[in-house]
């Protein structure tokens, strides 16, 4: 049984960082293509940052280049999310995501396996 848990969310202040963690199981971690998303209120999810493990190559939402960092242990079968520089723009539920269906590009919302969310406020 596939499951993605999200860790570390919670309040940090404009300019500020944070880092958000996704645990993992059930799967081959070490293949899987996998990705940051997010979705404020009132707003479509957004592909924020992934990790394309056919291209070999990370992405980034233009909004965060230069900000956020992914990475993945494979170790401990976690994926992470360090942002720094943080604007209350960046306030909304984070979820982590596995295995891309389809080609494009690894930011679009295409995945399998997705874990619950978790909530990253920003304040001005």
């Known amino acids: 049984q596939v499951q993605l848990v999200e860790s570390g969310g919670g309040l940090v202040q404009h300019g500020g960082s944070l880092t958000v963690s996704c645990a993992t199981s059930?799967?081959?971690?070490?293949?899987?293509?996998m990705a940051w998303f997010r979705q404020a209120p009132g707003k479509e999810r957004e592909g924020v940052a992934c990790?394309?493990?056919?291209?070999?190559?990370?992405d980034y939402a233009d909004s965060v280049q230069g900000r956020f960092t992914i990475s993945k242990d494979n170790g401990k079968r976690s994926l992470d999310l360090r942002m720094n520089n943080l604007t209350p723009e960046d306030t909304a539920v984070y979820y982590c995501?596995?295995?891309?269906?389809?080609?494009?590009?690894?930011?679009?919302?295409?995945?399998?396996?997705w874990g619950q969310g978790i909530q990253v406020t920003v304040s001005s």
């Open positions: 059930g799967f081959p971690f070490e293949y899987y293509t």
């Open positions: 995501a596995a295995y891309i269906v389809g080609g494009g590009s690894c930011l679009a919302p295409g995945y399998r396996y």
């Open positions: 990790i394309n493990m056919h291209q070999r190559r990370t």
